[in-house]
């Protein structure tokens, strides 16, 4: 081998070697939004006692500004079609999570990365947890998207203990106070969505509705009690 | 711009390095002993026993895929790579080619990485099967067998490796086969290959689509110094499989017009500078390539 070509076999080696030892990484982490689901900020039951309330809840998503319907469609109860549970979205959360509206500490659903952009309300789906294996006898909730249980007092004064749960799935739109803004690689937020069980309780004429009353109204008066609290912060670089 | 600027000096920077221990005992004219003053770049070059040549090369290229405005993934790259390659015989020569890769992903969150390292080095062994005539051939045939060997590292994250996208290289070992031909009548010459590329399995149990390369390409070299380039290359990838399913915005046909300078300094150093512009993208899903630029030099010793 001649003299040329072994230096440039060395010259080739160092530069493998020095090649190999380079590495360096630079992260942005870029906006990010934190899914919880808690009871009301303001919770006190009046009227009937609400024990429980549970929902089974299976997607979330951000709906942009631009694609959200205007206000009067909703307030005449016509329904708009969404591109819901994109499994490819990054502002959909997937999961598949028993939600306890009354627990203040609250579920932490998840953190998604969602595009930055503006968003004005948060699709939220409850649907039956359909790979529970647990025994219906043992755990009510098991094949229910939602469900209220408590008791209230009869004109009498006796107390009547009731339980609502449905097993039909239901997606709702729930609007920011104000648009949530994610234009900013530090922007974080955090989103509390609530059930608000005690004072749909409240509202309910338990002793006139039956049965079948009760579920049609906790899904058809959904809406009006679900809200989504949005606290703004800025990530640590 | 800066990460261009960086990479740029820093190819020049090597390539110093590279040229100045053989300052001053240059092998006399290459060009002289293949019997024909066309210039070439590194990979095409007329072989001739004992032709060695060192060469560096820095790429720009950049890509979107994914929805726009909801999962899109806009990357740039700058690839820095040093290549050596040695005949041993009039018909064979071996090529070694080692990266080093810059990269840079943004993403619709604002989230942005920048990733620096080795990427995935390359042998092949190229052979002319036919030429017209030992000196100063003006028609060659040659076939090409390479080697893309994973020496870029895994970059983990918390569940494995992170996806491919987010890799400097693909985890795989690559295996690429090639004929192409070139034909020489000075102040012309052209050049046209196909070349075959056949991933394997890689990181995080992904594989590269499968595609096949075609470029043929015209070089008018009014002067010894001097020469331009025009051609058409096309791309026709099958689509990548990510975590055993494929990925819906990868793989498809790209058609490029390239065309570019190309330059000898000096007595045996070749510089050039190519241009690439996709100009028919039939591509799957939502993706699309920008252009390429790439700026390289190559030294016979």
Redesign the interface.
Known sequence: M?K??A???S??GL??LA??S???????????VELIFAAPPHYEPEGPVVSSAAAFLVAATLVPCEEAPRASWRSFGIVVAHAHT?S????TWLGGQRVDAMSAAGTPLGLL?????SYCELEVTFAPDETAETDPREDPMVGRSLGVEGSYENADGSITAFAVRTSRERVELIPFDAPLV?D??RDLARITVSFDAAAWAENMNFEAASASERRAALLDELHAYLAATVEMREQER | MHRAVFIISAALA?FVA?VL??AG?ARACATCAVGDPTLNVMGVEQPFA?R?R?ATEVRHFSETSG?Q???SVASSEQRLS?S?S?SPTPRLTLA?R???VLRHLA????????????GD?TVRARYVLYRDRTFAPSRLIWAHLGLEMP?A?I?QGPGGPLSLERQLGTGSWDTSMAIGGSYFANPYSVHGSALLFLPTRGTADSRVGTHLRTTLVGQLQPWSFLGFRLGLDARFEAATVENGAEDPSSGGIVGYITGGLIGSPATDIVTWLNFTMPVIQALNGEQSEGWQLVLGAALD?
């Not at chain 1, 380079?22 to 990010?32: I, K, Q």
């Not at chain 1, 490819?88 to 502002?91: C, E, K, M, P, V």
């Open positions: 001649s040329r070509l230096h440039v076999l010259l080739t530069m493998l090649s190999a380079v590495r360096c990484v630079s992260v942005s982490p870029g906006v990010a994109d490819t979205s990054a502002r990365s969602p595009p930055a952009r994610l900013d690689a | 090597v590279a221990p053989f005992r004992g060695t060192i929805v405005g909801e999962t040093l050596l040695h070694l080692v990266p080093l993403f619709e969150n604002l989230a942005t990485e920048t990733v620096v390292g080795p080095a020496t590292p970059r010793v």
